[in-house]
């Protein structure tokens, strides 16, 4: 079973996550990652275009709804803010027969070799990147109804806007749009295509001793890179490695959306949650 993860801001460039890269955390990546040499080449791609939509009570039922929600759950936005943008182009990449081509990398070297050393780690969770969201040229305000002037704001920091166009603004903590005094603005902006939802799909891994033969029947195997685990006479010298197809257990303390499709995706967790998780 896939899950589908909101980048949150900034964005994600194409080349942050590639379909068929295999990552150690769903919330970034970017970084502890394995590109594989043999490429996907089955990748399926759905356009839809010229988008733009205002979150509000009536708007349902569509794709520009349900993208409305989902940049409000990746801008972690605050009580009493909407969300509005505007985008040339929605997209959507998935890898198709993903079967048969992780079957084909899990035989390489390289690939066998980073997941070993992956699964001696703490945690030892193993993910692919199978499919990912974007959008072209998207422009995205958040606006804030408070009148409060020092209270509620929404304001983005300028390492979030590294990610797209810098606004010519001086303070740090921007209020991009000042607009009237009720109603606080705040607007990024996105050149290009980047990805906004990154779907993942985990990998089971495990040892097991040649000698006792305990794999499962879908299972890819090989003979351990790194030499046997154990001491005894049943030292662990083979490893197993398959796609799962069960939901992901940890996941649910996260704010999710389900679209109108019935796909559900949730948000990404900031580093200090990450930390709480792996304590």
Known sequence: MTVNILTGLPFLELSQAKLGRFVRNIDDPTGNF??????????????????????????????????????????????????RYTTKEAKFYSLDNSVP???????????????????????????IVVGYRTLVDAEVTAINSDSSD?????????????????LPIADPAIEAFRGRSEENQSHYKAPGEKIYAVEYQRIRTAWFSSKIGNMKPKAKVWKSYAGTRGTD???????????????????????????????????????????????
């Open 101 to 127: 081509w992780f079957s084909d990398v899990v035989k390489l070297e390289n690939t066998c070799r980073w997941i070993e050393r992956a699964m001696k780690e703490r945690g030892a969770k193993i993910y």
């Open 233 to 279: 006479s049943d030292d662990e010298d083979m490893v197993e490695a398959e796609l799962d197809d069960t939901a992901e257990s940890d996941i649910d303390e996260r704010e999710k959306y389900s679209t109108n499709s019935g796909e559900v995706f949730y948000s990404t967790l900031d580093e200090d949650e990450d930390e709480d998780e792996d304590e």
């Open 150 to 166: 020092s209270h509620g704001r929404l304001q983005f920091p300028v390492s979030v806007l590294a990610g797209g166009a810098p």
């Open 34 to 83: 394995h590109d594989p040499v043999k490429a996907p080449k089955d990748v399926a791609k759905s356009v839809v275009t010229n988008l733009s939509e205002t979150q509000s009570s009536g708007s349902s039922g569509s794709v520009a709804a349900d993208l409305t929600s989902l940049l409000s759950i990746a801008l972690k936005r605050q009580e009493r803010t909407s969300v």
